[in-house]
Every structure is written in C-alpha cells, then in structure tokens.
C-alpha cells in the first residue's frame, strides 16, 4: 500500500539532501569526486538513492530517528564507500581533540580512546604528564561510565559522553574505568580528572656509553624543537653516534615530519607528495643544518607513514643503518576536510616518496639487520636498565653504530 509523504517530511528529505552535497561539494574536493562519479547521471542517482532509503524509513520506521546521529553515520557511510583504510569521520568534538594534538598539545583529559564493541570506551593510549597520566589510567582502561552516568545511557548518546573528555580547560570529570588486570582479575577504578593543556613529549633521550638513544614517538608541531633540544643534550654529555628510535611511531603530519628532518639533513629535496589534484608533486625540503655523526634507525611493523620516510630519508641522505623488523607500508597521506558544523572528513589525498624509496605502500621498508624480540619483550614497557639487556634490537643498533 503506497503512503503520501507529507510537506514537512519532504522539506526534510531536501534537507538531507542539501546537506549531504554540501559536505561532499563544499568540503571535499569537487574535482576528486567528479573524477569518482563520473556523469551527472551518477550523482542523480547517488542522491535519489539515498532520499530513497530516507523515505521509505521515515514512513514506516517504528522508533523516532535520532537526526544527529542519522546525519553522522550517513557521512561515516560515505566515508566508508571510499575503500581507503585510513578514511574517517570525526564529530566536531573528535576533531578538536585531533587538531589540539597536531600542534604538539592535548587538550582534555589526557588520553585518546576508541568505541569498544560493547558500545563504552576502550583507552588506547595516555598522554604523558596530564591527569590521566598522574591518576594512573592505563592503555586497555575500559571507560564505563562519565559523571556518574553509564555511557550507553547517557543523555545525548556516546558522542556527548566523550566530548567532555575534550572538555574546556579546569572542567572536573568523573569517570567509572573498568581494569583486566594481568592475572585476569577485574578491577574498578573511580577517578576524577580535570581537564588541562598538556604539551606532548615527542622525543626522549639518554645516553648509552657514548651514543645517543632518542625515541621519537610522533611527528607534531613541536617535535623538531624537542628533538633539538635532546641533541644537543646528549652531544654536551659526549655522545659520538645517534640512535634514532621509531618503533610503534604512526606518523603525525609532513609538515612536522619536515621540520624534523631539518635537525639532522642538510639542504636538499628530501619527500615527494604526489596529489591526484595537481600536474607536479608537493617537495619537502631542508635547510643547512645537518647533524654529521654515525646513525642507526630503529623500526618495527608498528612504524608508519611519517616515521617510515623518517627512516627513508636518513637511510637515503645520511647513509643511516635500519634496524629491526620490515615497517608496516602506508605510503600515503590524508588530509582532513572540516564540515560547517565543526565535523570532519579525513581521507588519503597523496603518495608519498622519497628519492630512493619508490611507492612503499603495502611493502614497508625492510631494515638492513633484521632482528626479532621475544614475544614477551615490549620495550617501552622497560626501564631503561631492562632495555638495555632484553632489547635485542637495541642491543643491535648500539653494534651498528660503534661500527660506523
């Protein structure tokens, strides 16, 4: 039996439709998607088929429908028709938190987080030095609860409750964390944080007899300045070669990956980005400065994009030696698109090369000494003493370098 559909709902179904061609055209490269869909046929049947689906719910559809979260996932659904694994959509909370971090700081409460199967929020890593940090949150933390209030019922849905993980500096949060201990144990923290601007530490160092171990966790903002910094520290306390560790290192953005490797290359086209929008590549150059002494890289299966060019560049400019396991191979990078209500899309825009390295995407680079760990070693999780006898990797890089 056929159903009139009202004004109102068909004011609505324009409005959907409006609003999903303003994110595609306004805020996505129009040229991109006229190369995706190709005929003006194509796009009236994109739209049609989705004030279709729109239709047919809203006429026959037993519960209410959330329109925030319906807006959402339409867009997370376009996102994911893209096929690219590196593809995501941000609500306007997710991307402050992601645009805070790039410029070096965390704006919240000291960690970032993932949805967990069961609908709460898994921790996926802890900022150093923030509240989360001092109250002793760990990676694997499971987030039941926020304000004394249980996630899945918590007025607003999910995407309220964890917006006030990126709360305005000073705002006091409650959360409700559920631990699994190592013996399997259950255990159930209360915990009250508050909300602060915390500068990310980058880049640490020490010494080791007389090189440089420096671990570079992420590219940011201000992981050139720190890097500097840990230099010039350790050559002051007699370090003759350098350690350059990027192990479990994802990335971060080129920008920052090129301000770094101003610290250690001298003048020069360094990364290539090759953007399907434009005839001639984007080059990341250097400056004079240069740091002339032995080096090794250390990498693993975790090292990604940024920090595997890092690897690259230093293998290709300062004849670095790679140590470790085969890095993971993501070749490209993304760029993210900010919607008018505060909203993002993320997508990859570019490959990534460097002058030796052709397209390493899906294939990594494969290090010069090849060296495993037993499964039972994790080496952040030592203390530098431990890592200086369990991380074979390491062990094998300080040989590498007294080598050179």
């Known amino acids: 039996m056929s159903k009139k559909i009202s004004v ?7 409005a959907i439709t409006a609003a999903v061609t303003f994110v595609i055209t306004g805020n996505v490269s129009l040229e991109l998607f006229n190369k995706k ?4 046929g194509e796009k009236q049947e994109f739209y049609s088929k989705l004030s279709e689906a729109d239709s047919f719910a809203r006429a026959n559809y037993i519960n209410p429908i959330d329109e925030a979260a319906l807006m959402d996932d339409i867009v997370t659904g376009y996102i994911n028709g893209l096929n690219d694994p590196y593809a995501a959509y941000y609500t306007a909370e997710q991307y402050a938190s992601l645009t805070d971090r ?4 965390n704006l919240g409460l000291g960690f970032t987080w993932e949805k967990d199967p069961g609908g709460y929020v898994k921790i996926n890593s802890i900022v150093a030095n923030s509240s989360a940090d001092e109250y002793g949150l760990a990676a694997g933390d499971i987030i039941m609860a926020v304000n004394n209030t249980n996630i899945i019922a918590y007025p607003g849905g999910y995407s309220a409750a964890v917006k006030l993980f990126s709360a305005p500096e000073g705002t006091k949060v409650k959360l409700h964390v559920k631990r699994i201990n190592e013996d399997g144990g259950t255990e159930f923290l209360n915990v009250d944080l508050i909300s602060a601007r915390t500068e990310i530490i980058s880049v640490t160092g020490r010494i080791i007899d007389n090189v440089g171990y420096i671990r570079i966790s992420e590219f940011n903002a201000l992981t050139a300045s720190q ?10 306390s007699g370090a ?6 990027v192990r479990d290192n994802e990335g971060g953005t080129v920008e ?3 301000q770094t490797l101003d610290v250690i290359i001298p003048a ?3 990364v290539r980005a090759y953007y399907p929008v434009y005839d001639e590549p984007i080059v990341v150059t250097t400056d004079e400065k240069s740091l002339d002494a032995p080096m090794t890289v ?15 560049a230093l293998k290709d400019e300062k004849n670095a030696v790679t140590v470790g396991k085969n890095t993971f191979g993501k070749g490209v990078i993304q760029d993210t698109f900010k919607c008018s209500d505060g909203s993002a899309i993320r997508f990859s825009v570019a490959s990534l090369r460097t002058k030796n390295s052709g397209d390493f995407t899906g294939k990594g680079l494969k290090p010069d000494h090849d060296v495993s760990l037993a499964a039972e070693v994790e080496p952040f999780k030592l203390s530098p003493s431990e890592q200086d006898i369990y991380d074979e990797q390491l062990i094998k890089a300080l040989e590498t370098v007294s080598a050179g």
Not at 102 to 105: A, D, E, L, N, P
Not at 227 to 236: C, D, Q, Y
Not at 298 to 312: D, V
């Open 102 to 105: 790039s410029t070096g700081y």
């Open 8 to 14: 109102g709902v068909t004011i609505g179904l324009m």
């Open 37 to 40: 869909v190709r005929s003006v």
């Open 240 to 245: 003759a070669g350098f350690i350059f560790d």
């Open 227 to 236: 890097l500097e910094s840990v230099i010039g520290s350790l050559t002051e």
């Open 268 to 270: 020069g086209e360094i």
């Open 256 to 258: 920052a990956l090129g």
């Open 298 to 312: 250390l990498i693993n299966n975790r090292t990604k994009g940024e920090a595997e060019l890092f690897a690259y």
